[in-house]
């Protein structure tokens, strides 16, 4: 079992910066990688970035290409997304994921692990 803490959520202004961290704690030597996703209401819930543990490939969604960032620190078991240049659209609540097998990194359907989510609500 992996267990997930998100946090850094909060309320900011179009144009602002925020940065979610989510520490992994329990059997984390079998993440192969993790990954953020969000899901605003009524809407489904959608791949935003990933990065493998291992050799830190990273996989981004094009709505967040340029402006989001993921990076880990592995001493610390803790994935990041650097958010930047926020917009409205972003509004969500953002999960933290993460997969042991070697599935698709930007299918939800890939993660075994989830954590319980943080509010991020950009304002226009």
């Known amino acids: 079992q992996v267990q997930l803490v998100e946090s850094g959520g909060g309320l900011v202004q179009a144009g602002g910066s925020l940065r979610l961290s989510c520490a992994a704690s329990?059997?984390?030597?079998?993440?192969?990688?993790m990954g953020w996703f969000r899901q605003a209401p009524e809407k489904e819930r959608e791949f935003v970035a990933a990065?493998?543990?291992?050799?830190?490939?990273?996989n981004y969604a094009d709505s967040v290409k340029g402006r989001f960032t993921i990076s880990k620190d592995n001493a610390k078991n803790t994935v990041y997304l650097q958010m930047n240049s926020l917009k409205p659209d972003d509004t969500a609540i953002y999960y933290c994921?993460?997969?042991?097998?070697?599935?698709?990194?930007?299918?939800?359907?890939?993660?075994?692990?989830w954590g319980q989510g943080t509010q991020v609500t950009v304002s226009s």
């Open positions: 994921a993460a997969q042991s097998g070697l599935g698709m990194m930007m299918s939800v359907r890939s993660y075994e692990y």
């Open positions: 329990g059997r984390t030597f079998t993440t192969y990688a």
């Open positions: 990065v493998t543990w291992g050799g830190g490939r990273t």
